[in-house]
């Protein structure tokens, strides 16, 4: 096999084989049956032309593999017998990609088969039974009896339509069987599937011309209601509609409704995407109708879904014709998948490198956003979140647990800048450290925090950068000044490399120069701030050059009128420190890397404005739901507000005239920041807007009553 077929077997979320577009790998329902010929595309539209099947997709992901050998190794041995296997499906959710029926680690869980055995409903989600042959060779592979395989599945089927278990258990229609081989000395899985489909020894499945449903057809719109009622409650994958599609019921009342006289419909959860045909499920059903029934007419319903809900403009109807089944014995079987050149054949997959622990730690990681996008947010964009570059300034408390959360969101590149080391009480709060990282004066706090990330998943590329970020009211000597604008280089540099940047420092003046930095560049800038009770989550406008400034939003100084400065000056130590509740810091670092995760899912990115009061649900910029400018909250109250402001004309950070003259002369501006923040205050003109002031009538609050909230 080539790589290009490992690769498209292990993806295990998209079509298996070549089929990226639905509609060209759809086979009739005769295909491999002689029982007819492609349907002519200028037939007239009220002809009846031969319906088309989309056959399913296996996607076995790596745990399975990795499963099976630890079965074949511990378990079955040299016993090649076939053992029970479960797998899981569900009806399409994209617009262009079909559903497959995917595989994991627990297809051998015992539990798992049993809940198989009965067909445990889940929600919009089946499990599926079906049998494994695990060949001790290669050879025994190869000379399997695929045609008994086939017959076996072929008999089952039957049995189950004719005995009436089908129709109480659609999902027994659906079953499955694999025969594989396992090199376990190259981790090399050679593989086949069959997904049985009955066929009528003469005649063939046709259908009026596929209709695409409406969202605006008031009886389209109500029958996806009733379905997506049916699918909530955990009902089977095949249902029955009454006629004007306000009533759902099981398939075994269709002979007691229709002997009313009732009009029933057909309705079944349907892999495929397509526009234009359906999934394979439909033509073990169409038996069961034939047979059960006695139909040869029947209107149908295929059932797909939109961001986890039936949604009519994505199903498709016709009326169906069906062969006369008088005799079960004389049922055809086809079945066995194709490979990944589209030819019927097997597959084979190599997991030599894969197999590593690093290679599995990282496809396990991934599990939960790949669980995402099955039906809860399809969008999810996981590779654009594995090469966004995030820098952590700071790696204390909200360092640390900043980067637990991206990691959980799948970020792979996280920069910590901190010139501190880790003392002995920061462990129980700063989740990165040990007590052994306190030892022999601490180690370094950004370099420890990249080496525990390492630990935590080795296929993190994470560093840590000692380095102290140089601040207004902090002077600078003669002699140290090169070494400051060595640290403005570097603090530079690595703003520039990354795509986001967040503030999680101690001090309100320690955020000044990375702010005015990100504006300087344009760079989506987080800050995060704690008070004793409450905390601030803000992200900073991008585009100080654009024309439009009104539309900027505001960074974290454009709420002041004072230019920050040495906050540690002349306060005592719970003044100094940032001291706050124990579970503040994990709220604000997990509401950070959320509102980072909702932008880079918005479509104006950084620049998405925030929501209005009256914003609906449809109207959310983001499909991970509103993108705020400002989180407030209090865990005194257990309160959460949100609030967004334009950026301030006179602002010291991020004001056109503050970015003009970093740019202009850099060195020189900042030395004579870093000496007196009062400079800040005369270039952006706030020294006439103060002295302007009545202060007699301006209500001022007292710095140090508000210790406990000034979100340092």
């Known amino acids: 096999m080539t790589s290009d077929a490992c690769r498209v077997t292990l993806c295990g979320r998209r079509h298996s084989h070549p089929r990226t577009r639905p509609r060209a790998r759809a086979t009739m329902a005769s295909e491999r049956d002689d029982a007819g010929d492609v349907a002519n595309d200028t037939a007239d539209a009220s002809a009846r032309a031969a319906l088309l099947f989309e056959p399913p997709s296996?996607?076995?992901?790596?745990?399975?593999?990795?499963?099976?050998?630890?079965?074949?190794?511990?378990?079955?041995?040299?016993?090649?017998?076939?053992?029970?296997?479960?797998?899981?499906?569900?009806?399409?959710?994209?617009?262009?990609?079909?559903?497959?029926?995917?595989?994991?680690?627990?297809?051998?869980?015992?539990?798992?088969?049993?809940?198989?055995?009965?067909?445990?409903?889940?929600?919009?989600?089946?499990?599926?039974?079906?049998?494994?042959?695990?060949?001790?060779?290669?050879?025994?592979?190869?000379?399997?009896?695929?045609?008994?395989?086939?017959?076996?599945?072929?008999?089952?089927?039957?049995?189950?339509?004719?005995?009436g278990r089908a129709e109480r258990t659609p999902e027994l229609l659906n079953a499955f069987a694999c025969v594989a081989y396992a090199d376990l000395k190259t981790w090399t899985f050679t593989y086949w599937f069959v997904f049985p489909a009955l066929a009528a020894s003469e005649g063939k499945i046709t259908s009026t011309p596929v209709r695409a449903m409406c969202e605006s057809n008031a009886r389209d719109a109500l029958i996806a209601t009733t379905c997506e009622e049916w699918l909530a409650s955990g009902g089977a994958s095949a249902w029955l509609l009454s006629d004007d599609g306000s009533r759902a019921y099981a398939l075994d009342e269709y002979v007691e409704r229709a002997g009313r006289g009732e009009a029933l419909t057909l309705a079944f959860a349907d892999a495929c995407c397509?526009?234009?045909?359906?999934?394979?499920?439909?033509?073990?059903?169409?038996?069961?109708?034939?047979?059960r029934w006695g139909v040869t007419t029947l209107d149908v319903v295929c059932v797909r879904l939109r961001k986890g809900r039936v949604a009519a403009g994505a199903c498709v109807a016709f009326t169906m014709d069906v062969p006369k089944c008088n005799?079960?014995?004389?049922?055809?079987?086809?079945?066995?998948?194709?490979?990944?050149?589209?030819?019927?054949?097997?597959?084979?997959?190599?997991?030599?490198?894969?197999?590593?622990?690093?290679?599995?730690?990282?496809?396990?990681?991934?599990?939960?956003?790949?669980?995402?996008?099955?039906?809860?947010?399809?969008?999810?964009?996981?590779?654009?979140?594995?090469?966004?570059?995030?820098?952590?300034?700071?790696?204390?408390?909200?360092?640390?647990?900043?980067?637990r959360t991206l990691m959980g969101w799948g970020v792979r590149h996280i920069t910590f800048v901190d010139s501190g080391r880790v003392s002995y009480s920061n462990p129980v709060r700063q989740s990165l450290f040990e007590f052994k990282d306190c030892l022999e004066g601490g180690a370094p706090k950004a370099q420890a925090a990249a080496n525990k990330l390492l630990e935590i998943f080795p296929g993190v590329q994470t560093r840590g950068v000692m380095m102290?970020?140089?601040?207004?009211?902090?002077?600078?000597?003669?002699?140290?000044?090169?070494?400051?604008?060595?640290?403005?280089?570097?603090?530079?540099?690595?703003?520039?490399?990354?795509?986001?940047?967040?503030?999680?420092?101690?001090?309100?003046?320690?955020?000044?120069?990375?702010?005015?930095?990100?504006?300087?560049?344009?760079?989506?800038?987080?800050?995060?701030?704690?008070?004793?009770?409450?905390?601030?989550?803000?992200?900073?406008?991008?585009?100080?050059?654009?024309?439009?400034?009104?539309?900027?939003?505001?960074?974290?100084?454009?709420?002041?009128?004072?230019?920050p400065a040495n906050s540690t000056k002349d306060r005592t130590l719970d003044q100094q420190c940032t001291v706050t509740r124990p579970g503040l810091a994990p709220i604000a670092s997990a509401l950070a890397a959320e509102l980072m995760v909702a932008l880079l899912h918005s479509a104006h990115g950084a620049k998405t404005a925030p929501p209005s009061k009256d914003v609906s649900m449809d109207d959310e910029p983001s499909p991970l739901g509103v993108v705020p400018h400002q989180i407030r909250g209090s865990v005194a109250g257990f309160t959460q507000t949100l609030?967004?402001?334009?950026?301030?004309?006179?602002?010291?950070?991020?004001?056109?005239?503050?970015?003009?003259?970093?740019?202009?002369?850099?060195?020189?501006?900042?030395?004579?920041?870093?000496d007196d923040p009062k400079t800040l205050e005369d270039a952006t003109g706030l020294t006439e807007l103060l002295q302007s002031v009545d202060l007699d009538d301006a209500a001022w609050i007292d710095d140090d009553d508000q210790s406990g909230d000034d979100f340092e």
Not at 643 to 661: K, N
Request: with cysteine; proline share 3%.
């Open 327 to 403: 005799d079960t014995s004389t049922l055809k079987v086809v079945g066995w998948e194709r490979n990944a050149r589209g030819k019927t054949g097997p597959r084979k997959v190599d997991l030599g490198a894969s197999m590593d622990p690093t290679q599995l730690a990282t496809q396990a990681v991934d599990l939960n956003l790949k669980l995402m996008r099955w039906r809860l947010l399809p969008e999810l964009n996981q590779e654009r979140l594995a090469h966004t570059k995030c820098l952590l300034i700071g790696a204390g408390t909200l360092g640390c647990a900043v980067a």
């Open 643 to 674: 609030f967004d402001a334009p950026c301030f004309p006179r602002c010291t950070a991020c004001s056109s005239t503050i970015v003009s003259q970093y740019r202009a002369a850099r060195d020189d501006f900042l030395m004579r920041v870093f």
């Open 58 to 163: 296996s996607a076995p992901d790596a745990s399975f593999w990795s499963a099976l050998a630890k079965f074949k190794l511990d378990e079955a041995k040299l016993d090649d017998r076939a053992v029970d296997v479960c797998a899981y499906a569900t009806a399409a959710s994209h617009a262009d990609v079909s559903a497959v029926m995917s595989l994991d680690a627990s297809a051998f869980d015992g539990a798992s088969v049993e809940r198989a055995r009965g067909v445990e409903m889940r929600v919009k989600m089946w499990t599926r039974l079906g049998r494994l042959t695990c060949a001790n060779t290669l050879d025994a592979f190869v000379t399997h009896d695929r045609e008994c395989t086939i017959d076996a599945l072929r008999a089952k089927v039957i049995d189950d339509i004719t005995s």
């Open 468 to 563: 102290s970020i140089p601040m207004p009211g902090h002077s600078v000597s003669n002699e140290r000044k090169t070494e400051t604008l060595r640290d403005v280089d570097a603090l530079e540099a690595l703003i520039t490399e990354h795509d986001v940047v967040y503030v999680l420092t101690d001090t309100r003046e320690s955020r000044w120069l990375p702010a005015l930095i990100c504006a300087d560049k344009g760079k989506l800038c987080i800050n995060t701030a704690l008070g004793f009770n409450t905390y601030l989550v803000m992200r900073h406008g991008c585009g100080v050059d654009d024309g439009d400034k009104k539309s900027r939003l505001g960074c974290y100084f454009c709420n002041d009128v004072m230019a």
């Open 274 to 291: 397509a526009m234009t045909h359906t999934g394979w499920s439909l033509r073990n059903l169409a038996i069961l109708a034939s047979v």
